[in-house]
């Protein structure tokens, strides 16, 4: 590819962008607002707690293969990410005291349901064909067109309440009865519906920074791309079906006719900075509580929590972490508040002393676009209407939730998007010449 790429945002999107273009010979810029790489998927220290945190714990599965094959090829230590042998969820129910473990076996064809040992206790192996709704609902639709998951299965249930409504929130960070049912469709066919070959939980043990972005950092520099951080862009300078420059506050930098602009931001920067752009309207909240205790022996990395707060609690080596999603009702809830309230319900799990250790709330108001119908018809591409410029993002149309398979996928999209144009654009001037 001919020119300079400038990469605007240093997210996981655009990192995965940035690397796609370097692999293809590229010569790329990454512009970054902030002084580090990773946007919404990175580590830091956090003093109150005295440890290094991520600001979103994020849950991978075996079948995330464009969010491995990225690590793959970043070089990412083999052990950044920790997970059991095989698919195991451990869950407990706050309210009857109850635990169990939902164990698929490795196949497509899901025989773990004709087993009691390895369902969620009380069901049936009927009950589990709910979500063949989900798939037939979302077969052949455009993305927003196939309605909502409560319009393709029963919402309510034994089942649905201990496993497909805290299953389906964490994908999709929107309740599920109003979630868009195509959404909910690629992640089951790319992950539960596979098969627990596809399905095995997988956690950023040492951190999200880690495993992801300082090897893509070093893979990157390691190729002669630069990166410019505390680099915020702040307008495009458009010209004749094009974009002609970018300007970064009181920078200004001319775009020769072979350069291009990859802009991996989020959807309402990138609807502020090109006019009449489609994005995403709606969001939904995510919490997350940390807590500085060692997790007591046999803790499962991962355990879904059903009637309480909590609905994931993560153990670390050096600390028990919270998600809740959705989290839109607890926003103007007090930090002490939910603080007390959860540790209340992790100490119940883990049988720990209920004195509170240190410990930190973290609200991302913004952490994902609804995903719903209307949200999701409103999902961008990676091509747009200026030749040179095209799309990244978890909120671009990759067919998925905002997730970290999602972002990743996008990069690698909008890199071969790009490609694609230069070559039309090439083919163009040799008509033109001849």
């Not at 992950?191 to 627990?196: D, I, K, M, N, V």
């Not at 410019?228 to 974009?243: A, P, V, Y």
Request: net charge neutral.
């Amino acid at each position: 590819m001919a020119g300079t790429v400038h990469v605007v945002g240093a997210g996981l999107a655009g990192l995965s962008a940035a690397v796609a273009l370097v692999e293809s010979g590229a010569q790329v810029v990454v512009h970054e607002a902030a002084k580090q790489a990773g946007g919404r998927c990175r580590s830091y220290f956090d003093p109150a707690l005295g440890l290094t945190i991520d600001n979103g714990n994020h849950l991978l599965l075996s079948g995330n293969t464009s969010a491995l094959g990225f690590m793959k090829t970043i070089g990412a230590p083999a052990d950044a990410l920790t997970g059991p042998d095989e698919a195991l969820f451990p869950f407990a129910d706050l309210k009857t005291g109850e635990r169990w473990t939902l164990r698929p076996n490795a196949g497509r064809v899901p025989w773990w349901v004709l087993r009691s040992d390895r369902r969620v206790p009380g069901t049936r192996a009927s009950d589990y064909l709910a979500p063949l709704g989900i798939l037939k609902a979302a077969a052949g639709k455009a993305p927003g067109q196939g309605g909502t998951i409560g319009e393709a299965m029963a919402c309510e249930g034994l089942l649905y309440d201990r496993l497909w409504h805290p299953v389906l929130l964490a994908a999709l960070n929107t309740e599920p009865k109003e979630s868009d049912v195509g959404l909910a469709a690629t992640i089951l066919r790319e992950t539960l519906g596979a098969g627990g070959k596809a399905s095995r939980p997988l956690v950023a043990v040492g951190g999200l920074s880690a495993a992801f972005v300082d090897p893509a950092v070093s893979y990157l520099e390691r190729r002669g791309a630069t990166l410019r951080f505390g680099h915020r862009l702040r307008s495009l300078t458009f010209g004749e079906g094009r974009i002609d420059g970018l300007v970064f506050g009181n920078e200004s930098l001319a775009l020769g006719p072979d350069d291009s602009v990859v802009l991996a931001l989020p959807p309402w920067v990138a609807a502020d900075l090109v006019p009449g752009l489609p994005a995403p309207q709606a969001y939904r909240s995510i919490v997350n509580a940390h807590f500085a205790v060692v997790p007591p022996p046999g803790a499962p990395l991962v355990l879904g929590v059903v009637n309480g707060l909590t609905e994931w609690l993560f153990a670390y080596p050096d600390r028990l972490s919270v998600t809740i999603s959705g989290a839109d009702r607890l926003l103007d809830v007090s930090r002490e508040d939910l603080g007390a309230q959860i540790w209340a319900e992790v100490s119940t799990l883990c049988g720990l002393a209920p004195e509170r250790p240190s410990w930190q709330i973290v609200k991302e108001k913004r952490a994902t676009f609804a995903a719903t119908p209307e949200e999701a018809a409103r999902r961008s591409g990676a091509v747009t209407a200026h030749r040179n410029l095209v799309l990244a993002g978890d909120w671009t149309a990759t067919g998925l939730p905002s997730t970290i398979e999602g972002a990743i996928r996008s990069g690698t999209t909008a890199a071969h998007a790009l490609a694609s144009l230069a070559d039309e654009c090439a083919r163009a001037r040799a008509r033109g010449a001849a």
